[in-house]
T-cell receptor, first 111, second 114 residues
Framework: GQNIDQPTEMTATEGAIVQINCTYQ??????LFWYQQHAGEAPTFLSY????GLEEKGRFSSFLSRSKGYSYLLLKELQMKDSASYLC????????????FGAGTQVVVTP | DVKVTQSSRYLVKRTGEKVFLECVQD?????MFWYRQDPGLGLRLIYF???????EKGDIPEGYSVSREKKERFSLILESASTNQTSMYLC?????????????FGPGTRLTVT
């Protein structure tokens, strides 16, 4: 399966920008997901990148470089409600539908 | 809206008890998954199912079994609960489409085994 690596925790102040990096193995790549998970809640879908480049959705953007096995999630104009864990995930190569998840990056937004 | 529901948000069981965690989805998805989530370890796949009565082991199936008798329902069974199975359990579903990997998650069940 894929090895997905992302930082454990990041702290930023309200209104700032934070970039969460994710690296993965490039063999058999089928796209890269980002999910948001608030404490005690279910993960919710943020983005899915298959092609190289930046995709923007409001304050959140996701970038992919397939050749480098690298993605990032960019959170702009941070709000207190953005404090959450952000999970990077990629489809596994051995079976349709399975996702391999990173351990998650806990983002703490401070006033 | 896709809806995935789980039978309990919080559950406390004793060591050795048989535990059933139920998951129901209402979007006619073929794939269903059971994960456990522990601090620092992320989401780990226990079992998944791509059709009724079909099941495959995930990364950490030991101590668990599953049942899928109907398409919309996927049950996780702990035959004899142990304290190291204290965790958050998340169910998810997705359609069986080659280019559709997005999974939809239930709210989770926080299980404590004492």
């Amino acid at each position: 399966g894929q090895n997905i690596d992302q930082p454990t925790e990041m702290t930023a102040t309200e209104g700032a920008i934070v970039q969460i990096n994710c690296t993965y193995q490039t063999s058999g790549f089928n796209g890269l997901f980002w999910y948001q998970q608030h404490a005690g809640e279910a993960p919710t879908f943020l983005s899915y990148n298959v092609l190289d480049g930046l995709e923007e959705k409001g304050r959140f953007s996701s970038f992919l470089s397939r050749s480098k096995g690298y993605s990032y999630l960019l959170l702009k104009e941070l709000q207190m409600k953005d404090s959450a864990s952000y999970l990077c995930a990629s489809p596994t190569t051995d079976s349709w539908g399975k996702l391999q998840f990173g351990a998650g990056t806990q983002v703490v937004v401070t006033p | 809206d896709v809806k995935v529901t789980q039978s309990s948000r919080y559950l406390v069981k004793r060591t050795g008890e048989k535990v059933f965690l139920e998951c129901v989805q209402d979007m006619d998805h073929e794939n269903m998954f059971w994960y456990r989530q522990d601090p620092g370890l992320g989401l780990r796949l226990i079992y998944f199912s791509y059709d009724v009565k079909m099941k495959e082991k995930g990364d950490i199936p030991e101590g668990y079994s599953v049942s899928r008798e109907k398409k919309e329902r996927f049950s996780l069974i702990l035959e004899s609960a142990s304290t190291n199975q204290t965790s958050m359990y998340l169910c998810a579903s997705s359609p069986l489409a080659r280019d559709s990997y997005e999974q939809y998650f239930g709210p989770g069940t926080r299980l404590t085994v004492t």
